[in-house]
């Protein structure tokens, strides 16, 4: 039934449904609110509330003492972390679905509030971010308490965890109130939520390879969504734990305050940007209905594109003194709803698994969907990620599976519905579908990669691309397109062929769209870097493990580059020669594994490991990657690498740069600081000198302050170099 069918209802009918979404209600609410591990989608669960709050409103005589409409959250009596009471109780928010249902909500506020239809009211919009409530208490600036919401009295005591968490001060910027209680939401980025799944995995998958255990990917335990792994890091007993995962926050409130630093929500709320905590960057005043509409239309637009989660969007009343008078009901304020989004999940037919092969030979399985409309885009592709991915979703060409959009550009499969139909597993090919050669996933790792390297040509026109990137050759002209054609035709196979394109001037002029001058400009911008510099050569070739900063500290060892294939075979003699035995522990192996890589490569830094090593070997073992190395080298000649330094007030001292660098890259500090004489390391510890933070910075410039070390802005740091020269 709908809310529409309630008024068929008898009266018996009713209480007795009433009693049964109360039981219901409840027992997802526990699952969300307590458990961190919901059975049912949030649009699933709005029904419910929907539905119940319909038929109360029918039949007023049969609500409840148990009614859902009076709960908020859930009691957490099975909570290890204490409790607190809230000084102000942590209201819920009432629901809006439609355009209709947000004008009825502010000609109720007009109404309540007597207000005529030429007096002005105006709201605020903001993005309703996923995540799990949170008050932070400060008394005199200071941080002094943190508590999750709970059933909205009493909360979770949270206060060493939050104390992990970048974006929360411990000291207000700035003047603040004597009491402060500073409401928002602790999210965690959806990246952040992959990656952190990711490393559940991959720890299994190690802890059954030391147990001697078979490794089954569907008995791992993974969070479901951004907002339950966020809960879940959060209500952590041990906060050791908590400060391993990426969690952020933002204000959306307050709560207990002895001095309100303004008349409306939007100047509060921007005051509390001012002191130092991250808000919605959505926030906007409305001024009518209209504003009101546009801002969520806005917002949904944006959605897909996100960093985190979001499922809906908040309006308030601006003004402090309408909302004192408008109060609240009995969960909610009367001043604040909530628009949700539809459901952004539908149901379709998984048609066929498909195989890419990326630049570093990586075979990301893609599934091809029947067309099917998911939160107002038709979706035909699906990421599958990877083996283990297939093998935990049970996934066969023709089965019936639930996508969702969750901010990614290709959705993901949620729910296999037909996993136990009779039907072939599907088979990950051990071999590359682009070129034929063997494909393997290295020890320890959840990806399989092609084997077959520059020769594969689905890696080579990525590989390509990659060489005339700006930070490698850098070459203007060789976009993607212009790669793609002269690909196809046959004149790009390998770098080398970028330097032998002037041999073909004639033939690119006879091409659509290019004239004498485009052409003689591309040739131009390949001849200037026959003399590039060694280590964006040595990042071009993508050797996997071997990004920017890697090669540019392999060749601060090395000088030049082209020993490096000496080197890896060296070590790739030594890797043979010394092999882990029986009766060794890994620890002591790694370590002397490390230990051979920096002598071997001449390594003068800390970043470069056993994976750098094992990587360079295994490109360099390979016939034709060392044709495709000699054949560059008969086109280029790089100088050697030499790291020039000047006396300096930071000579020999540790440097870290955090933070938005606003007049430069952080490669272009790093080298900065290189060239004083400093390293520029990428985390702080006890032994960091100096920090150069810029705005945005996080939990770097928390740690250096609390160690005691001195930090400095870009400007300052701009002195230091200008003093240098």
Not at 260 to 281: F, N
Not at 498 to 514: K, V, Y
Request: aromatic share 6%; glycine share 8%.
């Amino acid at each position: 039934m709908t809310p529409d069918d309630v008024e068929k209802l008898s009266e018996a009918e009713a209480a007795n449904e009433l009693m049964r979404l109360a039981k219901s209600i409840a027992h997802h609410n526990k699952l969300y609110h307590a458990e961190d591990a919901p059975e049912i989608s949030d649009q699933e669960f709005d029904a419910l509330v929907r539905r119940n709050t319909a038929i109360e409103a029918a039949f007023p005589q049969l609500v409840r003492a148990d009614s859902p409409s009076k709960a908020v959250g859930h009691e957490i009596a099975s909570s290890p972390l204490s409790k607190i009471k809230h000084a102000v109780r942590m209201m819920s928010l009432d629901n809006a679905f439609s355009d209709d249902e947000v004008a009825e909500f502010v000609a109720r506020v007009r109404r309540f509030l007597s207000l005529n239809e030429d007096e002005a009211i105006a709201f605020t919009a903001e993005d309703k971010i996923d995540g799990l409530s949170c008050s932070l208490r400060y008394e005199g600036g200071k941080l002094v308490q943190a508590s999750t919401r709970g059933d909205g009295e009493i909360g979770e005591d949270v206060t060493t965890n939050v104390a992990h968490i970048a974006d929360i001060p411990q000291q207000l910027t700035g003047e603040a109130p004597d009491v402060f209680e500073v409401r928002g939401e602790v999210y965690m980025a959806i990246a952040d939520f992959t990656a952190l799944n990711h490393r559940l995995m991959d720890e299994a998958r190690a802890k059954a390879g030391e147990t001697g255990e078979d490794f089954d990917p569907k008995k791992v335990r993974q969070f479901a969504n951004p907002r339950n792994a966020a809960a879940g890091s959060l209500r952590q007993k041990d906060s050791r734990v908590t400060a391993e995962r990426p969690l952020r926050f933002w204000a959306w409130g307050w709560g207990e305050t002895s001095k309100v630093p303004g008349e409306t929500q939007h100047e509060v709320m921007q005051q509390i940007a001012k002191w130092g905590l991250p808000i919605s960057p959505g926030l906007a005043r409305c001024e009518t209905l209209e504003d009101m509409l546009a801002a969520y239309r806005k917002i949904a637009e944006g959605r897909p594109s996100l960093p985190y989660e979001i499922d809906g969007v908040v309006y308030k009343v601006d003004r402090l003194d309408f909302q004192q008078r408008l109060g609240f009901v009995a969960k909610a304020p009367r001043w604040a709803i909530a628009r949700k989004f539809p459901a952004e999940q539908a149901e379709t037919t998984l048609e066929a698994i498909d195989i890419q092969v990326g630049r570093t030979g990586k075979l990301t399985p893609v599934g091809r969907l029947a067309p099917v409309l998911v939160g107002g885009v038709t979706v035909t592709n699906v990421t599958l990620h990877n083996r283990d991915e297939i093998a935990r979703l049970g996934v066969r060409p023709g089965d019936r599976v639930k996508v969702q959009r969750a901010g990614d550009v290709i959705p993901q499969v949620v729910e296999n519905l037909t996993r136990g139909e009779d039907r072939p597993a599907f088979v990950f090919p051990d071999h590359c579908p682009e070129c034929g050669s063997e494909a393997v996933a290295e020890e320890g790792e959840v990806d399989v990669r092609c084997t077959g390297g520059l020769i594969c040509p689905a890696q080579r026109t990525e590989r390509l691309k990659h060489f005339v990137s700006r930070g490698a050759l850098d070459i203007d002209g060789l976009g993607e397109k212009t790669i793609d054609q002269f690909f196809a035709l046959g004149w790009l196979e390998s770098p080398a062929d970028i330097f032998r394109l002037h041999t073909r001037r004639s033939e690119i002029l006879a091409l659509d769209g290019w004239q004498d001058k485009s052409v003689d400009n591309l040739l131009a911008a390949v001849e200037k870097r026959r003399s590039p510099d060694a280590p964006r050569l040595l990042f071009g070739l993508g050797i996997r493990h071997v990004g920017a900063v890697t090669a540019r500290d392999l060749m601060k060892g090395l000088g030049d580059i082209r020993i490096l294939p000496k080197k890896s075979s060296e070590f790739a003699a030594y890797r043979a020669e010394h092999p882990r035995g029986d009766d060794e522990k890994e620890s002591p192996f790694n370590a002397r594994m490390v230990e051979a890589v920096k002598r071997i490569f001449e390594v003068r830094t800390d970043g470069i490991g056993i994976a750098v090593g094992h990587a360079l070997a295994d490109f360099f073992h390979e016939p034709h990657n060392r044709r495709v190395w000699s054949e560059l080298f008969e086109q280029v000649d790089p100088p050697l690498y030499v790291v020039e330094t000047v006396e300096s007030k930071v000579a020999g001292k540790t440097v870290v740069f955090t933070g938005k660098l606003e007049t430069m890259s952080r490669d272009e500090a790093k080298a900065q600081a290189e060239r004083l004489g400093a390293k520029a390391a990428g985390s702080v510890s006890a032994k960091t000198d100096l920090v150069v933070a810029g705005p945005g910075a996080g939990s770097k410039l928390k740690k250096a302050a609390e160690l005691g070390i001195e930090i400095i802005d870009e400007a300052a740091w701009a002195k230091i170099v200008n003093a240098a020269k």
